[in-house]
């Protein structure tokens, strides 16, 4: 059983249409879509095309998004992978808690060490990152899977199915 979380195409394609639709208002309020407010009360060439420059700009983003389906996170027999935080495997036995965070629309999983040493993330940024994170009790590595495929359910029911200790776990070290 092994879990990996990429993140959704289409959700990102979607948001990449729904910003070149936005632009739209950039177009009226720049006067080059006549409306009736533009016809009555002028048309503000600035604030139009920032508009529309902001919206493909995001759409552009959006489409970089849904181009790049790099993995996030990868749990199989041999451990935890996240990418982001280190090209090695973080082996179960390594780990010390499991900690899924639901923060608005965010869907995060936070990951615990036993000993932090033997597997620092790369990059001096990261380092100083898991520190604080740690320090504020939120593990020394994780991942955001929101809009990732599949979701937060499955990924602890992955976690349960190779530590099942770790899911009901409220030790962080």
């Known amino acids: 059983m092994a879990y990996e979380a990429r993140p959704s195409a289409t959700f990102n394609y979607a948001l990449a249409g729904a910003c070149v639709l936005l632009s739209l208002l950039g177009f009226v309020a720049a006067g080059v879509i006549p409306s009736e407010s533009t016809r009555v ?15 493909f ?25 996240v990418p982001a935080h280190s090209p090695e495997t973080v082996p179960w036995a390594a780990l010390a808690g ?10 995060i999983v936070r990951f615990a060490l036993r000993d932090p040493e033997l597997y620092p993330p790369a990059g001096a940024f990261r380092r100083a990152v898991g ?43």
């Not at 499991?98 to 869907?107: D, E, I, T, W, Y």
């Not at 994780?142 to 990924?155: F, H, V």
């Open 41 to 55: 009360g002028g048309t503000y060439p600035l604030v139009g095309w920032s508009i529309v420059a902001g919206c």
């Open 57 to 81: 700009v995001a759409a552009l983003e959006f489409l970089r998004r849904a181009m790049r389906r790099g993995l996030r996170l990868r749990l199989d027999e041999k451990g935890v992978l």
């Open 98 to 107: 499991v900690q899924p965070l639901r923060l608005g629309v965010q869907r």
């Open 131 to 173: 520190k604080a994170d740690s320090a504020l009790g939120f593990g020394h590595f994780g991942a955001n899977i929101t809009y990732c495929q599949p979701g937060m359910a499955e990924l602890l029911a992955t976690v349960r199915h190779y530590r099942p200790d770790l899911v009901e776990s409220t030790h962080w070290a």
